[in-house]
């Protein structure tokens, strides 16, 4: 069995291997995830059996615990954007808000929107909106385009079911209900710092908005939009139920332990909340069809496909990683640093930047975080929430040209690269670390 610093050696070599390979080579990262699991565990002297035993145990625990949430999820965020319901959303916050303020409206909206709709998609979906705003109010595509990218990005960061926090979720065994809830708090200072950031300094630099359809006409496309109640519906009722699963399951038992405590533990599990959400959002949809039915929900799993297969790839990985001793040794060398909710932030924030991927990013360092968290102390309920959000908040930092969803701002937003660097690059790496102090101090109010 390999011992010393040969095993750090070993860590090392698997985390630039990940990166090379889906950088550089762009191969797939559930191959690379997998290979790296499978080199770890026989550059550390684990027996051929056993690594096959945690290849696909740590592969099938992970999809177990979080496969229904992701697929789920997506499905939501489908049917969302097909019917309209997303605009409808916007819309009301829109009259709330006033054109006036248009930048503070669609920031509200992306930070709303975003919770069941992937930020690339919740980008394309909101940007002829975000566009027909910026003709109307004279403000700057920069502004309005990290007005809208940033709260989506946090969100797409931190909160499940997107596909980064709740594979991190499901690697580490975190309660999603208060990954949710402490997310979403942690959340809103990065939205109005990130707001504040695209109000002085990307409006340095002009962008026209991109020529197209007036907010009018985006509406009356739809012919009529969903009522705002029932848009919210299936997002606002998963939380909730979700959220009094985790209250329901605290060691107080306030809501006893009879039948209303299971029929709620039962409603508040996440992949039961997000299949109920699935079926509340189909009474947005005028008119069942086949389509409806079979393709929308055929599309939002092929969606989800890729992200299941690195979700496994990630679980097998990092249980690779616990079985082999580099988790020992890790804990034993990282204890005398106390670096504690630091570690997975630059973790997460060094692939990121390397690779592109927020949910690689997050995947990869929840694999790394499994066998050391014992020894750092974050082994709790708590501490395990408060490092996934720590790893979400890394992966904001920092996106570039290696991120597809720095493409689609830029071409939606009618952004030259230079531009895009300058006023949407930048404003990643205050996002992240904005929201990671929010965390901090979280953690230290909370205790872990």
């Not at 819309?91 to 930020?119: D, Q, T």
């Not at 739809?222 to 848009?231: D, I, M, R, V």
């Not at 965390?439 to 872990?448: A, F, H």
Request: proline share 6%.
């Amino acid at each position: 069995m390999t011992e010393g610093s040969s095993l750090l050696i070993i860590l090392v070599s698997s985390v630039l291997f990940i990166v090379l390979l889906t950088s550089r080579l762009r191969v797939h990262p559930f191959l690379v995830l997998l290979l790296a699991a499978i080199g770890v565990g026989l550059s550390t002297g684990l027996p051929m059996p056993e690594i096959i035993l945690a290849l696909k145990g740590g592969f099938g625990n992970t999809l177990g615990g979080i496969g229904i949430v992701i697929i789920a999820g997506t499905i939501i965020g489908v049917i969302l954007e097909k019917t309209g319901a997303s605009l409808s959303m916007a819309s009301l916050i829109l009259r709330f808000a006033g054109k006036e303020r248009s930048p503070l409206a669609i920031s509200i909206a992306g930070y709303i929107v975003g919770i069941p709709i992937f930020c690339d998609s919740g980008f394309v979906v909101l940007s002829p909106l975000n566009n027909a705003l910026s003709r109307l109010s004279k403000i700057s595509m920069t502004v309005m385009a990290f007005a809208l990218a940033g709260p989506l990005y946090i969100i797409h960061c931190l909160i499940p079911p997107h596909p980064g926090p709740t594979a991190a979720a499901g690697v580490l065994g975190g309660d999603l209900g208060m990954i949710i809830f402490w997310g979403i708090i942690a959340g809103i200072p990065a939205v109005f710092a990130g707001l504040y950031w695209a109000l002085k300094f990307a409006s340095r630099y002009y962008a026209e908005p991109l020529s197209g359809e007036s907010f009018q006409d985006i509406v009356s496309r739809f012919k009529t939009l969903p009522s705002p109640l029932l848009s919210f519906a299936p997002i606002v009722v998963p939380i909730i139920l979700i959220g009094m699963g985790s209250f329901a399951g605290l060691d107080t038992r306030p809501f006893g332990s009879g039948d209303f405590f299971e029929a709620v533990i039962f409603a508040g599990d996440p992949g039961i909340a997000l299949l109920m959400g699935v079926f509340i959002s189909l009474a947005l949809v005028k008119k069942w069809s086949s389509e409806v039915l079979g393709e929308w929900t055929g599309e939002a799993i092929k969606s989800a496909g890729p992200i299941l297969a690195i979700t496994g790839a990630g679980g097998a990985f990092g249980f690779m990683l616990r079985v082999s001793p580099i988790g020992n040794y890790l804990g034993e060398t990282l204890l005398v640093w106390e670096v504690g909710l630091l570690l997975p932030f630059i973790l997460a924030a060094a692939l990121k930047t390397a690779q592109g991927s927020s949910t690689v990013s997050v995947i990869t360092t929840s694999s790394l975080m499994v066998p050391i968290l014992p020894q750092i102390g974050l082994d709790t309920p708590m501490g395990i929430v408060f490092v996934i959000l720590s790893m979400g908040a890394g992966s904001m930092v920092i996106s570039h040209a290696n991120d597809s969803y720095f493409w689609v701002v830029a071409k939606f937003s009618n952004l030259d690269v230079g531009t895009a660097y300058k006023t949407y690059s930048t404003g990643t790496f205050i996002l992240g670390t904005v929201t990671m102090i929010v965390i901090y101090l979280l953690s230290l109010l909370v205790g872990l």
